[in-house]
């Protein structure tokens, strides 16, 4: 069955400082992968996803996800983040039936 | 990016009532829509998965009676949570997507149902 695990349920960094956060999948074909980042009581707004090709993607807001088959990992990572990254981050696959699986997510903190 | 508009924001009501969420793809087609359910400081998961004319697909554990799912036309799909608990309170957040998976899917702003 297909599945994410998110393993870090909180993540505390300081503003200016680099930004991993950690994804595995279980899929047993080529996924589709996602990295969804949802502010307090609002929707889900779409960093980046992977489909194929290069599996280093860059997308929104300075975000980037490596793509490692080998590990089925799929991190997000941003190099300096901001105050206003603070926020619940999603990593999900794309299944079968087109559906998109989410993991637990994330909560990135960030310190002054 | 396109943009999908749930109505309303949040709801109140009261325990036995009904209460219909809908979710609409503003400026594409949908062929189709998901209905998320979002429990505090959790992840998402999937109640259903609708196709534009014909029935929605219902994850495992979801009661289909219960959660009426409707997807009435390419940009309008409909949630109702019929005789409503204060266990159905949660964060309701649909998904459109115009075409297949490795298309994006877009979300909407959610709805915050309380039961009382």
């Known amino acids: 069955a297909q599945s994410v695990t998110q393993p870090d349920i909180h993540i505390t960094v300081s503003e200016g400082a680099s930004l991993e956060l950690r994804c595995n999948y279980s899929y047993g074909a080529t996924p589709y992968l996602f990295w969804y980042v949802q502010s307090p009581g609002q929707g889900l707004q779409l960093l980046l996803k992977?489909?194929?090709?290069?599996?280093l993607v860059q997308g929104i807001k300075g975000f980037e996800a490596e793509f490692k088959r080998s590990q089925s990992s799929f991190n997000l990572r941003k190099p300096s983040v901001h105050w206003s990254d603070a926020a619940e981050y999603f990593c999900?696959?794309?299944?079968?039936?087109?559906?998109?699986?989410f993991g637990k997510g994330t909560r990135l903190h960030i310190l002054p | 990016g396109a943009v999908v508009s749930q109505h309303p924001s949040w709801v109140i009501c009261k325990s036995g009532t009904s209460v219909k969420i809908e979710c609409r793809s503003l400026?594409?087609?949908?062929?189709?829509m998901f209905w998320y359910r979002q429990f505090p400081k959790q992840s998402l998961m999937l109640m259903a998965t609708s196709n534009e004319g014909s029935k929605a697909t219902y994850e495992q554990g979801v009661e289909k009676d219960k959660f009426l799912i409707n997807h009435a036309s390419l940009t309008l799909s409909t949630l109702t949570v019929t005789s409503a608990h204060p266990e159905d309170s949660s964060f309701y957040i649909c998904s459109a997507r115009v075409g297949p998976l490795n298309t994006e899917a877009f979300f909407g702003q959610g709805t915050r149902l309380t039961v009382v």
């Open positions: 992977y489909f194929s090709g290069d599996t």
């Open positions: 400026d594409f087609q949908a062929t189709t």
């Open positions: 999900a696959v794309g299944a079968v039936n087109d559906k998109i699986i």
